[in-house]
């Protein structure tokens, strides 16, 4: 009986040990969800939107180099088996004629899909973050992403290779703008909210233009599945830690949130719409010369392969240098935002007619840098002057209004791989350029609408007295309740669900409808 009782007595302490250290563990996973510093918690937030930013831009461009020869090889394949049946009627051989004659509208529209469903859920997704916050879209959109990386490096046919390039969009239209309208909510003053959308557009920048050598190494060497599973691993990881440290179904501040403005009042607003222009504007010449570049490249300059996939690459540099002077610049001058969209403006029209005039590889690289930099500059303005009149014209909350600014480049990369080749073959490659260089200079006078929005704030003093009465949306809430606590000396405490014990004031309808200024 003693060998049982000690066995029963090493069982028992073996149990309490494994007790011990499963509490133990759910204590750190607990101290690591709930990160008591907001500032931390910030940057733990930026990072997680940035990584979601990179992966979505990454799978959007990862594709340029693989795709078209992976199709091209199905193409071969197919072309092989029929060729070896004996019995094939006409009709069959006419098909398979007229598909071939389409391969290149059909890359065009398999490009194009992301973009086209992209935009026509982004008024949705915008409601929809509106309504339940910023934290659950992102977690869905990082799931949906992780699917659609999933099926791209198993797809066979073009069919599935369809339904993934589409389920991306589905995702980047809750990803993306949820992303960006978490940025422009965590960070209410202006320097740094011009500084963190920098950051996150330094990212989108990096992701564009680093894939397309990315992807078309791992091709080469690796085969067509394994970058995608390397972007599939990376999303789950950013989607487990979305779960872990945003906590999307347990976080009650959504119920705290106000409720926004319709995205349909938002497109009618007069400064929003020439924002949301610009950014269309701005972004043609670059969705326009992807899909038309590598074959005028071939033609008029005989490039190569390494040539054509390091394309854009070197723009990644002027395109940070854009965002640290605007950042830079925005800080200092901060009245003069539309002033550097316009500027950024002229540079992208002066480059795209450029660009035709080229005759080697290295020539080319000054106008497209230049398209690049004059991008980054027009996007570090505006993307925080769309946050900033949301705050003063309408309601704090930012789904709808970056569901906007994702509509217009969504708009842009939609026409871009249909029409761009269709412009090329019917007007020829200098005329393209030649038409959207004119068109951003011609645009840029728009922004001078936007030379008095820095007005629209109200002063220290009158903001003051404004908050007085109560806050009247999410920005000025989240204002006096910092001014009362450096007034109070309090210390801000965060309970296990994430939300500060000092700001437990819920909104009321008449309250969030009522944050015009203007």
């Not at 690591?32 to 940057?43: A, S």
């Not at 939300?499 to 437990?504: G, H, S």
Request: hydrophobic share 45%.
């Amino acid at each position: 009986m003693e060998p049982e009782g000690s066995t029963e007595g090493q069982a028992s302490s073996m149990v309490q040990s494994a007790a011990s250290k499963l509490s133990q563990m759910g204590e750190r996973t607990k101290q690591l969800g709930i990160i008591k510093d907001p500032e931390r918690q910030k940057r733990v937030i930026l990072v997680i939107v940035c990584t979601a930013l990179l992966l979505d831009n990454m799978l959007y461009m990862v594709i340029v180099p693989i795709i078209p020869d992976y199709l091209e090889g199905l193409q071969k394949a197919a072309d092989q088996a029929q060729a070896a049946l004996p019995h094939i009627n006409s009709t069959n051989s006419t098909m398979h004629k007229t598909d071939k004659g389409n391969f290149d509208v059909q890359i065009g529209v398999l490009f194009a899909s992301k973009a086209i469903l992209q935009l026509l859920v982004n008024p949705i997704s915008g409601t929809f973050i509106d309504r339940v916050g910023y934290d659950i879209p992102l977690f869905i959109g990082l799931n949906v992403m992780f699917l659609s990386t999933l099926i791209f490096a198993f797809a066979e046919n073009y069919a599935t290779l369809f339904l993934a390039r589409s389920m991306q969009g589905l995702g980047s239209a809750f990803a993306d703008t949820s992303g960006i309208a978490l940025i422009a909510d965590r960070y209410t003053e202006e320097t740094e909210r011009s500084k963190a959308l920098g950051i996150a557009l330094a990212f989108i920048s990096f992701g564009s233009l680093v894939a397309p050598p990315f992807g078309g190494v791992l091709y080469e060497f690796a085969g067509k599945r394994v970058p995608f599973l390397i972007l599939a691993c990376i999303c789950l990881a950013d989607g487990v830690l979305c779960l872990t440290v945003l906590k999307p179904f347990s976080n009650k501040e959504r119920e705290n949130m106000p409720v926004g403005t319709s995205i349909f009042k938002l497109m009618i607003d007069p400064y929003i719409a020439v924002v949301a222009g610009a950014l269309t504007i701005c972004n043609i010449p670059l969705a326009f010369l992807e899909p038309t570049i590598a074959n005028w490249m071939e033609e008029t300059m005989h490039s190569t392969q390494w040539e054509i996939g390091m394309t854009w690459f070197p723009a990644f540099f002027p395109h940070v240098l854009g965002v640290y002077l605007t950042v830079k610049l925005a800080a200092k001058y901060p009245h003069l935002q539309w002033f550097y969209g316009a500027i950024g403006m002229v540079f992208i029209g002066a480059s795209s007619c450029t660009v035709p005039a080229c005759k080697n590889f290295g020539q080319l690289m000054m106008p497209l840098c230049g398209i690049c930099f004059g991008i980054a500059l027009v996007d570090t303005a505006l993307l925080p002057t769309l946050g900033f009149l949301v705050d003063v014209r309408h309601v704090s909350v930012y789904g709808s209004v970056y569901a906007i600014a994702d509509i217009s480049y969504c708009v842009a990369y939609a026409l871009g791989p249909v029409a761009a080749g269709k412009i090329v073959h019917d007007l020829g490659f200098v005329q393209l350029n030649l038409g959207m260089g004119l068109a951003n200079v011609l645009y840029a006078p728009a922004l001078l609408l936007l030379r008095n929005v820095s007005q629209m704030r109200p002063s220290f003093s009158e903001r003051n007295m404004l908050l007085e009465d109560g806050p009247t949306g999410l920005y000025d809430t989240i204002k006096m309740e910092q001014r009362e606590k450096k007034r109070k000396g309090l210390c801000t405490t965060i309970d296990e669900n994430g939300i500060e014990t000092f700001a437990q004031r819920s909104f009321s309808e008449e309250e969030s409808s009522g944050g015009e200024y203007a």
